[in-house]
């Protein structure tokens, strides 16, 4: 209660100070912008968990579902943007349970933002540890409508961003790729919120200039302070395919041990730090 | 909470609106009637997603419990499979495969260690022995698992019981992994985990920051389950022809031990391991003239691997010394000789979805004279160097759930060659349906290959996960 109260105190004398000098609200820079989401997105905290459940609902409507638990480390130390917080380097572990024939399996990444990413997966039937050729990025993570680059993040430095519009909600930005003949789309804009500078919608062109994909977040809660997507969906109008990630089970800051992303883990899941 | 009353302050003072606007209220989804639409090229901004929606208490109602009781899991499949030999094998039956498998996996976490037990249940039309062996994996009954896990201490991992084990760098080639294999299961178009038999052993890993050992240690020798012409035919070389059911080969089992060893460390991005191992070569390599049974020789391997990324993909290296120490010579025809093999891998994405990899991969026969010396007349020798060729292309279609796939072995030295071709689908979430076939090609009856060219076979199988 003390703390709402000086809360409000200070952000009453901040709006006073906003009437007064009307530069404090200047709109950011645009790279202020996308680095800011992007540590919003992909790097809050150093590390995370959540469970997440997609479902995969193909243009005749069946469904498919995965379902993962994913532990996330930034090798960044820190938080500040200044310490390249919002995209340093960063190791992940996606523990599958469903469907079946793919329980167990364990997916790990090295992220290396701006270089290729180290993949391996463990296969639990051969016991088999298998180091994985880094992919095209922007291939289907497990056969849903998000690409990989979608769950492990895009390298900021592969397009060029502009601030295009605001509105009460929303920073409106448009990222053009740097390398057009490497992806499939002609550019995205994405609606970040002001306040909290989550990605709420994202929007791909295709070469042709028309929208066939969407990117939306459903639902935010606040955990840990953090703002964190709980439910978002991803529509290829193409192929009138949508799926949909719900995550339960976020945290963050756990103090993952970094040796969590190694062989030794691969073989005997950290079951305690996955339930 | 802080953002919130920030935000309601700002308002306030400001007075942009009244009060009882105060907080924007959640849109519906979809488009905000009331805003202008945004030039061509881009849609009206999105309704703000709930959470965001600050009208209400910001409080989460975010479900972030712990349960922290894991209970017994179970999970298995159900599948049937059936396949038929293409050509007639006199020695064999024309049905290669016709079985129903029920494999229930349990698995229970306790305090200090976790217990796990894969147990395959099996109907098998094709061999009708119905008693069960599980070291050979015969019978209506298989232990894949049956193992506790544990750590000691937080650098020690234990796994004690039956289990599958698998290192080293290659792709469906072996050659520091000395763990069980299942032949007949690989030929015959069972699914490619059942390469892997299970070892009865003690599994040992330490983790240091200099470098992680695995020392595994199987009290009693675990073969092979090797071809010996019960479900495929093979060239006898104490027959000197093909044969199959009509001469079921027998063994003498050693009774000794096996110990293999990894030294391991990942440097950089690079893996890199040494490995070692001591016991008996894993398929009969020898014979005994005297009781007329087939040998499994005392072996010694050395070995070491590298992995690592290059170019666009991921490159592997092997090596490996098998000194056949009954044979140390060369010159015991009945023995096989020391071998040094290498493996050289490299695998990439040629386009989405579709992978490539490639191996080479060179058996070299020791004390080849003596060798040759040694062979009888008759005999049909192993050329001194076997080159083998792989590759392995993966096409993910259809969202990834239609797998074409092709692993094919060409031995330009031998003359013959392997194709495993297979198509997957995933039709849901439980069941998924495969056909795929085994194709041996070769023109000398001898050779690794060309001998099972009588077990050319086409095989389908539909399975429920659960």
Request: without cysteine; charged residues 25%.
């Given at each position: 209660?003390?703390?709402?109260?000086?809360?409000?105190?200070?952000?009453?004398?901040?709006?006073?100070?906003?009437?007064?000098?009307?530069?404090?609200?200047?709109?950011?820079?645009?790279?202020?912008?996308?680095?800011?989401?992007?540590?919003?997105?992909?790097?809050?905290?150093?590390?995370?968990?959540?469970?997440?459940?997609?479902?995969?609902?193909?243009?005749?409507?069946?469904?498919?579902?995965?379902?993962?638990?994913?532990?996330?480390?930034?090798?960044?130390?820190?938080?500040?943007?200044?310490?390249?917080?919002?995209?340093?380097?960063?190791?992940?572990?996606?523990?599958?349970?469903?469907?079946?024939?793919?329980?167990?399996?364990?997916?790990?990444?090295?992220?290396?933002?701006?270089?290729?990413?180290?993949?391996?997966?463990?296969?639990?039937?051969?016991?088999?540890?298998?180091?994985?050729?880094?992919?095209?990025?922007?291939?289907?993570?497990?056969?849903?409508?998000?690409?990989?680059?979608?769950?492990?993040?895009?390298?900021?430095?592969?397009?060029?961003?502009?601030?295009?519009?605001?509105?009460?909600?929303?920073?409106?930005?448009?990222?053009?790729?740097?390398?057009?003949?490497?992806?499939?789309?002609?550019?995205?804009?994405?609606?970040?919120?002001?306040?909290?500078?989550?990605?709420?919608?994202?929007?791909?062109?295709?070469?042709?200039?028309?929208?066939?994909?969407?990117?939306?977040?459903?639902?935010?809660?606040?955990?840990?302070?953090?703002?964190?997507?709980?439910?978002?969906?991803?529509?290829?109008?193409?192929?009138?395919?949508?799926?949909?990630?719900?995550?339960?089970?976020?945290?963050?800051?756990?103090?993952?041990?970094?040796?969590?992303?190694?062989?030794?883990?691969?073989?005997?899941?950290?079951?305690?730090?996955?339930? | 909470?802080?953002?919130?009353?920030?935000?309601?302050?700002?308002?306030?003072?400001?007075?942009?609106?009244?009060?009882?606007?105060?907080?924007?209220?959640?849109?519906?989804?979809?488009?905000?009637?009331?805003?202008?639409?945004?030039?061509?090229?881009?849609?009206?901004?999105?309704?703000?997603?709930?959470?965001?929606?600050?009208?209400?208490?910001?409080?989460?109602?975010?479900?972030?419990?712990?349960?922290?009781?894991?209970?017994?899991?179970?999970?298995?499949?159900?599948?049937?499979?059936?396949?038929?030999?293409?050509?007639?094998?006199?020695?064999?039956?024309?049905?290669?495969?016709?079985?129903?498998?029920?494999?229930?996996?349990?698995?229970?976490?306790?305090?200090?260690?976790?217990?796990?037990?894969?147990?395959?249940?099996?109907?098998?039309?094709?061999?009708?022995?119905?008693?069960?062996?599980?070291?050979?994996?015969?019978?209506?009954?298989?232990?894949?698992?049956?193992?506790?896990?544990?750590?000691?201490?937080?650098?020690?991992?234990?796994?004690?019981?039956?289990?599958?084990?698998?290192?080293?760098?290659?792709?469906?080639?072996?050659?520091?992994?000395?763990?069980?294999?299942?032949?007949?299961?690989?030929?015959?178009?069972?699914?490619?985990?059942?390469?892997?038999?299970?070892?009865?052993?003690?599994?040992?890993?330490?983790?240091?920051?200099?470098?992680?050992?695995?020392?595994?240690?199987?009290?009693?020798?675990?073969?092979?389950?090797?071809?010996?012409?019960?479900?495929?035919?093979?060239?006898?070389?104490?027959?000197?022809?093909?044969?199959?059911?009509?001469?079921?080969?027998?063994?003498?089992?050693?009774?000794?031990?096996?110990?293999?060893?990894?030294?391991?460390?990942?440097?950089?991005?690079?893996?890199?391991?040494?490995?070692?191992?001591?016991?008996?070569?894993?398929?009969?390599?020898?014979?005994?003239?005297?009781?007329?049974?087939?040998?499994?020789?005392?072996?010694?391997?050395?070995?070491?691997?590298?992995?690592?990324?290059?170019?666009?993909?991921?490159?592997?290296?092997?090596?490996?010394?098998?000194?056949?120490?009954?044979?140390?010579?060369?010159?015991?025809?009945?023995?096989?000789?020391?071998?040094?093999?290498?493996?050289?891998?490299?695998?990439?994405?040629?386009?989405?979805?579709?992978?490539?990899?490639?191996?080479?991969?060179?058996?070299?026969?020791?004390?080849?004279?003596?060798?040759?010396?040694?062979?009888?007349?008759?005999?049909?020798?192993?050329?001194?160097?076997?080159?083998?060729?792989?590759?392995?292309?993966t096409w993910l279609t259809y969202n990834q759930n239609l797998q074409w796939s092709l692993f094919a072995y060409y031995s330009p030295s031998d003359g013959d060659a392997y194709l495993r071709p297979k198509m997957h689908y995933k039709i849901d979430d439980q069941w998924s349906a495969e056909v795929g076939g085994n194709i041996f090609l070769g023109e000398r009856t001898h050779t690794f290959f060309g001998q099972f060219r009588h077990n050319n076979n086409l095989f389908t199988a539909v399975r429920y996960g659960f």
């Open positions: 209660m003390k703390k709402t109260i000086k809360n409000t105190v200070s952000s009453l004398l901040l709006s006073v100070g906003i009437l007064g000098t009307s530069t404090l609200l200047a709109t950011p820079t645009v790279d202020e912008i996308v680095n800011r989401t992007n540590f919003v997105a992909y790097y809050q905290g150093q590390d995370g968990k959540a469970k997440v459940k997609m479902t995969i609902t193909d243009e005749q409507g069946r469904e498919r579902t995965r379902q993962f638990v994913i532990l996330r480390s930034d090798e960044p130390e820190t938080d500040s943007l200044d310490n390249n917080a919002y995209k340093g380097d960063q190791k992940m572990y996606v523990y599958f349970s469903r469907p079946a024939d793919v329980n167990k399996m364990v997916f790990m990444v090295w992220k290396h933002p701006g270089g290729n990413d180290d993949r391996w997966l463990y296969l639990p039937a051969l016991d088999l540890v298998k180091r994985i050729a880094s992919s095209d990025k922007r291939t289907s993570f497990v056969g849903s409508d998000f690409y990989y680059e979608d769950v492990s993040g895009r390298n900021l430095e592969d397009d060029k961003h502009e601030l295009i519009s605001t509105d009460d909600n929303y920073y409106v930005i448009k990222n053009t790729p740097v390398n057009p003949e490497l992806v499939e789309f002609s550019y995205y804009t994405m609606y970040i919120h002001k306040e909290t500078f989550l990605p709420i919608q994202t929007e791909y062109y295709d070469k042709n200039g028309s929208l066939y994909r969407t990117n939306k977040t459903l639902k935010v809660d606040t955990i840990a302070g953090f703002p964190t997507v709980t439910k978002s969906s991803m529509e290829n109008l193409k192929t009138n395919s949508k799926t949909l990630m719900e995550y339960s089970k976020v945290s963050y800051n756990l103090e993952i041990p970094k040796e969590i992303y190694t062989e030794r883990f691969l073989r005997k899941a950290p079951r305690k730090l996955l339930r | 909470m802080m953002r919130k009353s920030a935000l309601l302050s700002f308002l306030i003072t400001t007075q942009l609106l009244p009060v009882t606007y105060a907080a924007p209220p959640a849109l519906p989804s979809g488009i905000s009637a009331d805003k202008p639409s945004l030039p061509s090229g881009l849609t009206a901004s999105p309704a703000l997603p709930s959470g965001l929606d600050f009208s209400h208490s910001a409080d989460s109602t975010f479900e972030n419990s712990d349960d922290s009781n894991e209970p017994l899991s179970i999970n298995g499949f159900w599948e049937a499979r059936a396949g038929f030999r293409t050509q007639s094998d006199s020695h064999e039956r024309g049905t290669s495969i016709g079985e129903s498998r029920l494999q229930l996996e349990f698995q229970k976490e306790f305090e200090l260690f976790t217990a796990n037990l894969t147990t395959d249940l099996l109907y098998d039309t094709v061999d009708q022995q119905r008693h069960i062996n599980l070291e050979q994996g015969k019978g209506w009954f298989d232990l894949r698992e049956a193992n506790i896990e544990f750590s000691p201490t937080d650098f020690m991992d234990v796994k004690l019981g039956r289990q599958i084990l698998t290192w080293g760098t290659g792709d469906l080639l072996f050659i520091n992994d000395m763990f069980s294999k299942d032949w007949n299961s690989f030929f015959n178009g069972r699914d490619e985990e059942y390469l892997k038999a299970p070892s009865d052993a003690i599994k040992t890993s330490f983790f240091s920051p200099m470098a992680n050992v695995d020392l595994i240690i199987n009290p009693h020798f675990d073969a092979d389950r090797y071809i010996d012409g019960r479900r495929i035919s093979f060239f006898n070389p104490m027959l000197g022809e093909i044969s199959g059911q009509n001469s079921i080969i027998k063994t003498d089992q050693p009774h000794g031990s096996e110990v293999s060893l990894r030294i391991y460390q990942t440097v950089g991005t690079y893996e890199l391991a040494l490995y070692g191992y001591d016991g008996y070569w894993k398929s009969p390599a020898g014979f005994d003239v005297s009781n007329g049974l087939s040998t499994f020789p005392k072996l010694r391997v050395y070995g070491a691997s590298a992995r690592g990324p290059m170019a666009k993909g991921i490159a592997n290296l092997e090596i490996g010394y098998y000194d056949s120490r009954d044979d140390s010579q060369g010159e015991d025809p009945f023995v096989a000789n020391s071998e040094f093999r290498i493996l050289a891998g490299y695998e990439q994405e040629l386009v989405k979805n579709l992978t490539l990899g490639v191996q080479y991969y060179l058996e070299w026969l020791m004390d080849y004279d003596e060798y040759r010396d040694s062979l009888s007349s008759a005999s049909r020798p192993r050329d001194e160097y076997r080159h083998l060729l792989t590759t392995r292309l």
